[in-house]
């Protein structure tokens, strides 16, 4: 029995010390590792300084999904896609819903329509929005990078989000049915309907 401890002990540190290689890399390297045991699981919500290999099957891992608020960035690297967190948009007022959560919306990617985002109202308090930018990078946005190489999808992120979560793109969706179906309901929006159906 205690043999069979010992056994377990040198079946993970090899597995760690393999593991050290295969974090070893980095995302501008020429050659990436292609002799991987164990692929990681998907990580939808990446943080810090951290790696991870893909199976090029990962259909998340293939959109290059995240649920932090991330935009493309320009890359003079083809073979390396860079995306950069956009932050978090919150309300200027500070304002909790009644079941005591804050309101952390998902900004817009692109610059129009974030600015645009700005000048609505809080969908809670209808207080003004604001943007909180992500510079958890040395002052920059945390930066992820994908790289598709044979039968694996490679993953870095630089930099550690000093900001809250943004809702996720689902529940912007549903956030955003919700208020759609509240305006179509909406006294003056039925009134305006029973107008046009008269005439």
């Not at 969908?123 to 003004?128: L, R």
């Amino acid at each position: 029995m205690l043999k069979g401890a010992d056994d377990s002990v040198m079946e993970q540190e090899g597995s760690s010390s393999q593991h050290g290689e295969m974090t070893s890399w980095d995302i501008n390297d020429i050659k990436l590792p292609q002799h991987v045991s164990q692929t990681d699981w998907f990580q939808e919500w990446p943080d810090s300084y951290v790696k991870h290999i893909y199976s090029s099957e990962d259909k998340n891992a293939q959109r290059h999904h995240s649920s932090w608020a991330m935009r493309n960035t320009n890359n003079h690297n083809s073979r390396i896609l860079k995306k950069s967190c956009l932050g978090v948009v919150v309300c200027g007022n500070n304002c909790s819903t009644l079941d005591g959560r804050k309101i952390y919306l998902r900004p817009a990617i692109c610059d129009k329509a974030r600015q645009k985002q700005q000048r609505e109202c809080c969908p809670n308090c209808n207080g003004p929005l604001r943007l909180l930018s992500c510079r958890g990078h040395g002052g920059y946005p945390v930066t992820n990078f994908w790289r598709h190489e044979g039968q694996f999808i490679f993953f870095q992120s630089k930099g550690a989000h000093d900001h809250p979560r943004p809702e996720t793109k689902l529940e912007a969706e549903a956030r955003r049915s919700i208020q759609k179906a509240k305006t179509a309901f909406s006294p003056s929006s039925l009134r305006l309907k029973r107008i046009q159906e008269i005439e």
